[in-house]
């Protein structure tokens, strides 16, 4: 005689409901959608927390740019009533714009030129005459370089022939430039 209790029969596997794949599916779409918030608060928080801090000026007149994270001194400004932001590049002979932006600016004409730089050769052309504003300040008859490649359609340079009309100081985290 066998003690053993009779084999009790499999249960049959249970089915799931349609409605438990759309659960999982809803579950999903939720993950994904948190993801997705906390992404795009996160491009606007760094979107505020890298752009370039504004220049002052000084009771003086002096205009004080401090440097951002990546090294380089920034200061939004305009070329003929166009907003931009200016790279400060001591070693540029010229403010410096794209052809877009000098579109935009209306900035037309102009001497074709052939720009020497870091990266070769560049064909561009110099118009004279420009409106220049740096932060609060805003100079007349600036020279400026039409030809800028790469970047945005608002970023320019800021070259020698606005810079020279200030003596510019660098120390450690800021630039100063003082009107001549």
Request: hydrophobic share 45%; charged share 20%; no cysteine.
């Amino acid at each position: 005689m066998d003690d053993r209790e009779p084999a009790q029969p499999l249960a049959a596997p249970q089915q799931r409901s349609p409605a438990h794949g759309a659960g999982v599916q809803k579950g999903a779409l939720g993950v994904i959608a948190f993801w997705v918030v906390i992404m795009g608060v996160l491009y606007g928080l760094m979107s505020v927390y890298l752009k370039p801090r504004a220049a002052t000026i000084t009771a003086s007149g002096e205009l004080v740019i401090l440097k951002h994270r990546d090294g380089h001194f920034y200061a939004d400004g305009s070329v003929n009533g166009h907003s931009v932001t200016f790279m400060v590049d001591t070693g540029a002979s010229l403010v410096v714009v794209s052809d877009a932006l000098a579109r935009s600016a209306g900035v037309s004409g102009g001497t074709p030129t052939v720009f020497k730089t870091a990266n070769g050769d560049l064909q561009g052309r110099v118009v004279e005459d420009v409106s220049i504003t740096v932060g609060p300040i805003q100079i007349s008859g600036v020279r400026l370089g039409v030809g800028l490649v790469g970047g945005d359609e608002d970023e320019a340079l800021l070259g020698q022939s606005l810079l020279s009309k200030f003596d510019v100081t660098v120390s450690k985290d800021r630039m100063v430039l003082r009107p001549r």
